[in-house]
């Protein structure tokens, strides 16, 4: 539920205003009501505003105390007559476009304690430079010659590196450690992410022979980068992620590796040195890439996927090693089939 304890609202919302944020179409009569929430249909009550869009929630619907509810034309009809229909093609993006407005502060991380400016309780050092209007929170270090954009949030505990340079309207979660590392705007870096630290390197022999990371790490505008992930710099050339690239929670990003623009890579994914992705390119849960490989514009892999070769672009591709998914499914059914035949031991059992 959104306890207020933790989620302040902006609100509220006029109907107007949200049929014109979103193009919704609005029954006469409805524009003067009011939201002050945004929640799902089962627990959405008489003040938030809820969403339609899959018939298998039909229930969920009947029984839903929500004051307007964002539908499609083909399903308005379901909406019980005591919630206010609120017509658009795309439901689920009209909602999030208002839960946007009525808790913008919950997009990105912000100050801990309400900071304002820099805490005299943070470390930044005599040479670092942070444009006007920089929040550092208490237990923040910000090494020598750093560079921060205005409007950027350097939460408690953050571990700045010298020479780092971070853009405008940044967010950096508590304690987060960035070196070596070149940041755009608009990036959001969540709670204990690390960027930035030595590549995994070495030369096998008696005594392994440690080699040097002397790459950066460059992230472009508006990327977001889940907690507990990795980000090694670059062991000769720098390790790159493209703008609006969005990357979930304890992923695993080698030296040396390039993400394109736009590409959406979840939780628990592990890239090996020196990969590449192109640009739109979708990365399920688990997925793992061995290293030199490429991954083609807007290819995609399911969950579990080990990739082993490289996959061309706009291809659909899954399973350990990953193939085609047409061919995966196939193997998939024909192993299922095999697995259901009666065992050659029973059917000489039978016969007898």
């Known amino acids: 539920m959104t306890d207020p304890e933790f989620f302040n609202a902006r609100g509220p919302l006029a109907l107007a ?23 799902p249909l089962d627990i959405a009550g008489p003040d938030d505003i809820a969403f339609y869009e899959d018939e298998a929630y039909a229930d969920a619907l009947a029984s839903c105390d929500a004051v307007a509810c964002f539908v499609s034309q083909k399903l308005a009809g379901s909406v019980p007559k005591h919630i206010v229909p609120l017509i658009t093609p795309k439901p689920y993006v009209a909602f999030v476009q208002v ?31 942070l444009e006007d209007g920089v929040v550092v929170d208490p237990g923040a270090v910000i090494g020598p010659d750093a560079e921060i954009g205005a409007g950027t949030i350097v939460c408690a505990n953050v571990v700045i590196g010298p020479n780092v340079r971070i853009g405008r309207d940044c967010s950096i979660g508590p304690g987060a450690s960035i070196t070596h590392a070149l940041i755009g705007d608009r990036v959001i870096i969540h709670a204990g992410v690390r960027i930035g630290q030595d ?21 472009q505008d508006d990327v977001e980068i889940g907690a507990g992930t990795t980000v090694d710099r ?41 990969v590449t992705l ?5 990365l399920g849960g688990k997925v793992g890439i061995a290293d030199h490989r490429s991954i083609g514009d807007r290819a995609q892999l399911i969950a579990l996927s080990g990739v082993m070769h490289d996959v061309p672009a706009g291809e659909r591709w899954g399973g350990a090693p990953a193939k085609p998914l047409r061919e995966y499914f196939r193997e998939q059914v024909a192993l299922q089939r095999l697995a259901a035949r ?4 029973k059917e000489t059992k039978d016969r007898g």
Request: hydrophobic share 35%; charged share 20%.
């Open 278 to 282: 192109g640009d739109g390119v979708m």
């Open 99 to 129: 839960a946007r407005a009525l808790f913008p502060d919950d997009l990105r991380p912000l100050s801990i304690v309400g900071t304002r400016g820099v805490d005299p309780e943070a470390s930044v050092h005599e040479d670092a430079r």
């Open 199 to 219: 590549g995994f390197g070495y030369i096998p022999g008696r005594r392994h022979l440690k080699v040097p990371q002397l790459g950066r790490v460059i992230i």
């Open 234 to 274: 670059g062991g000769g050339r720098d390790t790159v992620i493209g703008e609006d690239s969005k990357i979930d929670n304890l992923v695993q990003i080698a030296h040396n590796v390039s993400i394109g623009r736009h590409c959406i890579i979840a939780g628990h994914v592990g890239l090996s040195g020196s």
């Open 17 to 39: 205003a949200i049929g014109e944020m979103t193009g919704a179409t609005l029954p006469p009569g409805s524009a003067g009501l009011v939201v002050r929430g945004a929640k």
């Open 342 to 345: 009666p065992g050659k031991g």
